[in-house]
């Protein structure tokens, strides 16, 4: 019997995953946040996906926050900030055993989701597919990634990894997903925010190569003292990498910025601060870097946390 899907959130990984589950035939829904954007969904006939030129649309069903039907797995799509007050509103409607599937940036709101849920499986993903909205309901595939899954509590893998086989999502069961959560917080807190204050996109800080190596080494201090170390592996290549790999992008946190959104800088660098206050931890150049983006946010008139 089929896995039946809500998905959380129809930003771009939100519509991306429904699309291609909804395109293996899998029974999916979204949840929406209010009327008008169900109305608005409506009238727009459903999700479009756009693969290699090519545009497909998909009439998935939908519903709004308040609906009352039950929910036995759940992709959380949204942005962290907004997760934890999301799932909050649905939790009366997971049924017993439900499994959530937490595919936010950085970290923090997966605890916090965790805690509203105690009833529920969650399960952390880190996730390098990219994708991007080119208008209303309309999702553009961009690049193929992969993405890990765990679950810190339980190693075993849930049965219906077969749905993303089938649904052709690359993935991988991974029993260290915080490492990885760890380490791609670490590249997006060496990357991110630089791009920001530099107004660049990622390929121009490579002009900007010892500011980059100093984060690198005290965001490797820092996994290092948070009992990560496999995280902080190699931390600067890598980061080195991803900066070249993806010099012609601008990062997230840039486009948050450019479109005056609200970023995730709570569960990135500030995250990481917090982390380091914890532990007691002295890393100024991280530090002086969190308050800059503090300021420049700030000067935006962007919510700072």
């Known amino acids: 019997m089929s896995t039946h899907w809500h998905v959380l959130g129809a930003g771009s990984l939100g519509s991306l995953w429904a699309t291609r589950l909804a395109r ?36 998935i069903a939908a519903e709004t926050l308040d609906a009352d039907t039950p929910i036995e797995r759940l992709l959380v799509a949204c942005k962290a900030y907004d997760a934890e007050a999301a799932v909050t509103r ?29 009833h529920a499986r969650c399960l952390f993903a880190s ?21 890990w899954l765990g679950d810190v509590a339980h190693p075993q893998p849930p049965y219906w990894l077969d749905d993303l086989t089938l649904a052709g999502i ?11 959560l ?26 900007h190569h010892c500011e980059v190596a100093t984060l690198c080494a005290e965001l490797a201090e820092l996994l290092e003292c948070c009992g990560q170390p496999a995280a902080a592996l190699d931390l600067p290549s890598e980061v080195e990498r991803v900066i070249q790999a993806t010099a012609a992008n601008y990062s997230s ?20 601060c917090a982390a380091a206050a914890r ?21 935006k008139g962007l919510p700072s946390t």
């Not at 890393?283 to 800059?292: A, E, T």
Request: with cysteine; net charge positive; aromatic share 8%.
């Open 182 to 207: 760890w380490r791609k917080l670490a590249l997006n807190c060496a990357i991110n925010p630089l791009t920001v204050l530099y107004d660049c996109r990622n390929g121009g800080l490579l002009e």
């Open 253 to 272: 946190m840039y486009q948050d910025v450019a479109q005056g959104r609200r970023t995730e800088i709570g569960y990135l660098l500030g995250y990481a």
């Open 127 to 147: 996730s390098t597919e990219g994708a991007f909205r080119d208008g209303d309901w309309r999702v553009v595939f961009a690049g193929h990634g992969f993405t």
């Open 279 to 299: 532990h007691h931890l002295n890393l100024p150049h991280l530090s002086r870097l969190y308050n800059r983006l503090v300021a420049h946010l700030t000067a």
């Open 24 to 59: 293996a035939g899998l029974p999916v829904k979204l949840i929406l946040r209010d009327a008008a954007r169900l109305a608005a969904y409506e009238a727009a006939g459903g999700l479009t996906l756009v693969e290699q030129g090519q545009e497909q649309r998909f009439a």
């Open 90 to 118: 649905l939790a009366s409607r997971l049924t017993p055993g439900a499994d959530l599937l937490l595919l936010q940036n950085g970290l923090g709101s997966q605890d916090a989701v965790a805690a509203r849920v105690p």
């Open 170 to 180: 690359p993935h991988e069961w991974n029993t260290q997903i915080l490492t990885r």
